[in-house]
């Protein structure tokens, strides 16, 4: 394992040690330490944030992180790979039953799931802010579908986006087989 992986290994723990909220809790944090919209931080900016959790890491460790995730040579480490890197891998069963839910969503079967899709397998009319008129069942169906889309919010999510939102689940879950009994459910697989 070279010194990066081992890096990722050790924060890893340091997340997940913190329960359902760890890595979920450092993705929001680092969305905030993103000033400026770049979704990127430089390795002072994710050293501070680090430090900031309680999250140890020394210098050293912090450049090679940013040097690894530093997609475009300007310095700075891409936010979303990093973070998507910190999640454990998932179970071939984990990710049939997410590609089963999305399947189920995906009711135009083109690999994208739009509001659209979505009126045909649901209804946003017995939401309580629909039925007070405070919104239309439209926008209840899109800021549900926008829980699933990337940082972006383009009012499409693709597969990857909808695996990338239940990999953040899944880390909070202990088996494979509550996992899939919590997604058959949640989704009347």
């Not at 940013?66 to 910190?86: I, M, P, V, Y």
């Not at 189920?104 to 629909?130: E, I, M, Q």
């Not at 926008?139 to 990999?167: H, I, M, P, W």
Request: net charge negative; with cysteine.
């Amino acid at each position: 394992m070279d010194t990066v992986d081992a890096t990722v290994e050790k924060l890893r723990a340091q997340c997940l040690s913190r329960g359902v909220s760890g890595i979920q809790g450092l993705a929001r944090f680092f969305r905030r330490l993103d000033r400026d919209g770049s979704r990127s931080l430089d390795a002072g900016e994710l050293r501070r944030g680090l430090a900031e959790l309680g999250l140890a890491l020394d210098k050293a460790e912090v450049e090679a992180v940013c040097r690894h995730w530093d997609r475009d040579g300007s310095g700075t480490l891409d936010l979303e790979e990093f973070l998507r890197a910190l999640r454990p891998p998932m179970s071939q069963a984990r990710e049939a039953v997410i590609a089963a839910a999305f399947t189920k969503l995906d009711c135009s079967g083109d690999g994208v799931v739009t509001v659209d899709d979505l009126r045909g397998v649901y209804s946003g009319r017995a939401h309580p802010k629909v039925r007070s008129g405070e919104w239309t069942e439209e926008e209840v169906l899109r800021r549900f579908l926008d829980n699933f889309d990337s940082s972006e919010k383009d009012g499409e999510v693709t597969l990857a986006e909808f695996q990338d939102y239940y990999s953040g689940v899944s880390a909070s879950v202990d088996t494979d087989e509550e996992f899939v009994a919590m997604m058959t459910s949640a989704w009347q697989l």
